[in-house]
């Protein structure tokens, strides 16, 4: 989860880590979210036990420290970081832009992404076109 989490925090523009670790409550959260210069949205990586992410939730924050529980839910399965990929990366640099790209038909998800990470989106129809420049890919 660690790892995801350190990579997730590079792939997305001005995100953050914050680890929530077994004490902090999602107020808690939210407060560390305010107080890194007035961030107002949080993406909460939950786990299916083992360690392993399972799923993604996305809240929001509002004047005043309420929080608002988006009514999405994404489920993470087969998760493949850069250590278990064949390549030897040695730089890690933060993104500053990006995009979101969706494969066929999952238009949803990109949608929900998109409007939540403040990113633009794409739909593809096949991957190949991407000649393996994809880092983070969502399907």
Do not use: H
């Not at 009514?71 to 850069?82: Q, S, T």
């Not at 993104?95 to 794409?122: F, N, Q, R, W």
């Amino acid at each position: 989860m660690r790892q995801f989490l350190n990579e997730l925090e590079l792939v997305i523009p001005n995100a953050v880590k914050v680890n929530r670790g077994g004490k902090s409550s999602i107020i808690e959260i939210a407060g560390k979210a305010l107080s890194l210069g007035g961030a107002n949205k949080i993406l909460y990586i939950g786990s299916r036990g083992g360690g392993n992410p399972g799923f993604m939730r996305f809240l929001r924050v509002r004047e005043g420290g309420v929080i608002e529980v988006m009514p999405y839910l994404i489920r993470i399965l087969g998760v493949k970081l850069l250590m278990d990929m064949p390549v030897n990366v040695t730089r890690r640099l933060k993104a500053s832009s990006g995009i979101i790209i969706s494969l066929k038909e999952y238009t949803e998800v990109m949608d929900v992404l998109s409007e939540y990470l403040g990113l633009p989106s794409i739909r593809l129809m096949t991957s190949k076109v991407l000649g393996g420049v994809c880092m983070t890919r969502f399907s």
